[in-house]
Protein backbone atom coordinates (compact mmCIF):
# COMPACT_ATOMS: atom_id res chain seq x y z
CA UNK A 1 0.00 0.00 0.00
CA UNK A 2 0.87 3.36 -0.63
CA UNK A 3 0.40 6.57 1.96
CA UNK A 4 0.65 10.33 0.67
CA UNK A 5 1.28 12.22 4.02
CA UNK A 6 0.50 16.18 3.60
CA UNK A 7 2.09 18.99 6.30
CA UNK A 8 2.36 22.77 5.92
CA UNK A 9 -1.22 23.94 5.87
CA UNK A 10 -2.45 26.28 8.09
CA UNK A 11 -4.07 29.98 8.67
CA UNK A 12 -1.94 32.85 7.00
CA UNK A 13 -2.55 36.69 6.23
CA UNK A 14 -3.77 37.62 2.59
CA UNK A 15 0.03 38.66 1.07
CA UNK A 16 2.10 35.80 2.97
CA UNK A 17 3.82 32.77 2.36
CA UNK A 18 3.61 29.07 2.76
CA UNK A 19 4.94 25.92 1.95
CA UNK A 20 3.01 22.56 1.92
CA UNK A 21 5.01 19.31 1.59
CA UNK A 22 3.52 15.85 0.60
CA UNK A 23 5.61 12.34 0.92
CA UNK A 24 5.23 9.04 -0.82
CA UNK A 25 6.07 5.87 1.58
CA UNK A 26 5.22 2.24 1.32
CA UNK A 27 5.69 -0.25 -1.54
CA UNK A 28 6.53 2.51 -4.49
CA UNK A 29 8.84 1.46 -7.22
CA UNK A 30 8.39 4.96 -9.44
CA UNK A 31 6.47 8.20 -9.17
CA UNK A 32 5.50 9.47 -12.24
CA UNK A 33 3.35 12.89 -11.99
CA UNK A 34 2.83 14.34 -8.99
CA UNK A 35 0.18 16.83 -8.11
CA UNK A 36 -1.82 19.08 -6.27
CA UNK A 37 -5.00 20.01 -6.25
CA UNK A 38 -7.40 22.34 -3.68
CA UNK A 39 -11.11 22.20 -3.33
CA UNK A 40 -13.31 25.07 -1.58
CA UNK A 41 -16.64 24.39 0.37
CA UNK A 42 -19.04 24.45 -2.59
CA UNK A 43 -16.93 24.28 -5.40
CA UNK A 44 -15.12 21.14 -6.85
CA UNK A 45 -11.64 19.63 -6.67
CA UNK A 46 -9.48 21.57 -9.22
CA UNK A 47 -6.04 20.80 -9.82
CA UNK A 48 -3.54 23.22 -8.95
CA UNK A 49 -0.15 22.71 -9.88
CA UNK A 50 1.37 19.21 -11.33
CA UNK A 51 5.28 18.03 -12.30
CA UNK A 52 6.36 15.60 -14.32
CA UNK A 53 9.03 13.32 -12.85
CA UNK A 54 12.01 14.90 -15.23
CA UNK A 55 10.28 18.09 -13.03
CA UNK A 56 8.25 20.06 -15.81
CA UNK A 57 5.98 22.04 -14.17
CA UNK A 58 2.36 22.52 -15.20
CA UNK A 59 -0.48 25.48 -13.07
CA UNK A 60 -3.85 26.74 -13.33
CA UNK A 61 -4.23 30.09 -14.50
CA UNK A 62 -5.06 31.60 -11.02
CA UNK A 63 -1.97 30.44 -9.28
CA UNK A 64 0.27 30.94 -12.55
CA UNK A 65 3.60 33.59 -10.61
CA UNK A 66 2.74 32.61 -7.34
CA UNK A 67 2.86 29.33 -6.94
CA UNK A 68 5.80 26.88 -7.69
CA UNK A 69 5.61 23.27 -7.31
CA UNK A 70 8.57 21.19 -6.88
CA UNK A 71 9.64 17.56 -6.06
CA UNK A 72 12.92 15.14 -5.00
CA UNK A 73 12.16 11.78 -6.66
CA UNK A 74 14.65 10.71 -4.13
CA UNK A 75 12.43 11.39 -1.27
CA UNK A 76 9.18 10.66 -3.09
CA UNK A 77 8.29 14.31 -2.15
CA UNK A 78 6.65 16.96 -3.47
CA UNK A 79 6.36 20.55 -2.52
CA UNK A 80 3.91 23.42 -3.49
CA UNK A 81 5.48 27.07 -2.80
CA UNK A 82 2.38 29.57 -2.42
CA UNK A 83 3.10 33.14 -2.24
CA UNK A 84 1.12 36.23 -2.52
CA UNK A 85 -1.89 34.34 -0.72
CA UNK A 86 -5.18 35.51 -1.55
CA UNK A 87 -8.67 34.95 0.13
CA UNK A 88 -9.76 33.10 -2.53
CA UNK A 89 -7.20 30.56 -2.24
CA UNK A 90 -8.32 29.00 1.13
CA UNK A 91 -9.42 25.36 0.67
CA UNK A 92 -8.21 21.81 1.10
CA UNK A 93 -5.42 20.67 -0.34
CA UNK A 94 -4.61 17.27 -1.48
CA UNK A 95 -1.36 15.65 -3.02
CA UNK A 96 -1.98 13.12 -5.64
CA UNK A 97 0.81 11.05 -7.07
CA UNK A 98 0.83 8.74 -10.29
CA UNK A 99 2.24 5.59 -8.86
CA UNK A 100 3.97 1.88 -9.97
CA UNK A 101 4.25 -0.07 -6.79
CA UNK A 102 5.72 -3.00 -9.11
CA UNK A 103 7.58 -3.10 -12.66
CA UNK A 104 4.62 -5.18 -13.76
CA UNK A 105 1.94 -3.37 -12.20
CA UNK A 106 -0.35 -0.62 -13.76
CA UNK A 107 0.01 3.14 -12.72
CA UNK A 108 -2.98 4.19 -10.35
CA UNK A 109 -3.81 7.39 -8.48
CA UNK A 110 -3.11 7.92 -4.63
CA UNK A 111 -4.08 10.82 -2.67
CA UNK A 112 -3.21 12.35 0.40
CA UNK A 113 -5.95 13.24 3.61
CA UNK A 114 -5.69 16.83 2.69
CA UNK A 115 -4.57 19.83 4.57
CA UNK A 116 -6.47 22.73 5.01
CA UNK A 117 -4.96 26.24 3.99
CA UNK A 118 -6.51 29.23 5.29
CA UNK A 119 -6.13 32.85 3.88
CA UNK A 120 -7.39 35.67 6.23
CA UNK A 121 -6.75 38.45 8.03
Known amino acids: QVQLVESGGGLVQPGGSQKLSCAAS????????MGWYRQAPGKQRELVAA???????NYADSVKGRFTISRDNAKNTVYLQMNSLKPEDTAVYYCNADVVVTPAAPNRDYWGQGTQVTVSS
Open 26 to 33: GRIFIIYV
Open 51 to 57: ITRAGGP
